[in-house]
């Protein structure tokens, strides 16, 4: 009985559908398996969350790039696995990432969000909960030293508990890195570059920091 009840919440390759409703977020980052909590509040939103909940329960969420109207090429698939309504008529509601997608076509509905036709053939490993092989201690000392010199707060504790693959997603999912460097990361073509790449971001935005706060040590 478990198992036939499992086999309803997973999310596998012919689960995954071919259109999404698009859910333009800047400096918004999802990834594979991360968690993303949402407050909708916009008309044209909450229809766009209404309608998902009617079919496959997802949306694409996916950075504007100058204007709303100009997007990157590349999103993440997030899963709608919680919501609530609020007495003020919001939704508020729990994302998890499932995988990323090329956005190849967008449509403006009646509703006035837009429905998207995206591609998912070479990211179906996002699907794999893959452990990457980090070093846990030493990335969340230098995130945590990071957000301190940002004056900014994370939860050691809730980092420690996470398996290697929500860890990475987490820290870059909660980092104040700009759009550029949160595209970078998610498009990183595996999880080994991911890091990598998440890895060289963080060195810079903490070098970036040092150096506007001390800048006549540099010199």
Same mark, same amino acid.
């Given at each position: 009985?478990?198992?036939?009840?499992?086999?309803?919440?997973?999310?596998?390759?012919?689960?995954? &559908?071919?259109?999404? $409703?698009?859910? $333009?977020?800047?400096?918004?980052?999802?990834? &594979?398996?991360?968690? *993303? @909590?949402?407050? %909708?509040?916009?008309?044209?939103?909450?229809?766009?969350?209404?309608?998902? !909940?009617?079919?496959?329960?997802? #949306?694409? %969420?996916?950075?504007?790039?100058?204007?709303?109207?100009?997007?990157?090429?590349?999103? /993440? %698939?997030?899963?709608?696995?919680?919501? #609530?309504?609020? &007495?003020?008529?919001? *939704?508020? !509601?729990?994302?998890?990432?499932? /995988?990323?997608? +090329?956005?190849?076509?967008?449509?403006?509905?009646?509703? =006035?969000?837009?429905? +998207? %036709? #995206?591609?998912?053939? =070479?990211?179906?490993?996002?699907?794999?909960?893959?452990? @990457?092989?980090?070093?846990?201690?030493?990335?969340?000392?230098?995130? +945590?030293?990071?957000?301190?010199?940002?004056?900014?707060? #994370?939860?050691?504790?809730? *980092?420690?508990?996470?398996?290697?693959?929500?860890?990475?997603s987490t820290l870059a999912m909660l980092a104040p890195f700009n759009k550029i460097d949160k595209q970078a990361i998610l498009e990183s073509p595996?999880?080994?570059?991911?890091?990598?790449?998440?890895?060289?971001?963080?060195?810079?935005?903490?070098?970036?920091?040092?150096?506007?706060?001390? $800048?006549?040590?540099?010199?």
């Amino acid at each position: 009985m478990e198992d036939s009840i499992k086999k309803l919440f997973e999310v596998n390759p012919n689960k995954i &559908p071919s259109s999404v $409703p698009l859910f $333009p977020l800047e400096n918004v980052l999802l990834l &594979p398996f991360g968690k *993303l @909590p949402l407050n %909708i509040f916009e008309e044209r939103y909450i229809n766009m969350v209404l309608d998902s !909940l009617k079919s496959h329960r997802m #949306i694409g %969420i996916i950075q504007p790039k100058n204007n709303n109207n100009d997007f990157f090429m590349m999103g /993440c %698939i997030g899963r709608i696995t919680s919501y #609530i309504e609020t &007495p003020d008529y919001r *939704l508020v !509601l729990n994302l998890e990432g499932v /995988c990323r997608f +090329a956005l190849h076509e967008r449509n403006l509905t009646p509703k =006035g969000y837009y429905q +998207a %036709i #995206i591609d998912t053939a =070479g990211y179906l490993d996002d699907l794999k909960s893959l452990e @990457p092989m980090i070093d846990r201690d030493s990335l969340i000392r230098k995130y +945590a030293n990071f957000f301190k010199m940002k004056k900014l707060e #994370i939860d050691r504790e809730v *980092l420690v508990e996470t398996s290697n693959l929500q860890l990475i997603s987490t820290l870059a999912m909660l980092a104040p890195f700009n759009k550029i460097d949160k595209q970078a990361i998610l498009e990183s073509p595996n999880l080994k570059e991911r890091v990598n790449t998440l890895n060289s971001i963080l060195d810079l935005n903490t070098f970036q920091v040092v150096s506007n706060n001390n $800048p006549g040590k540099l010199n």
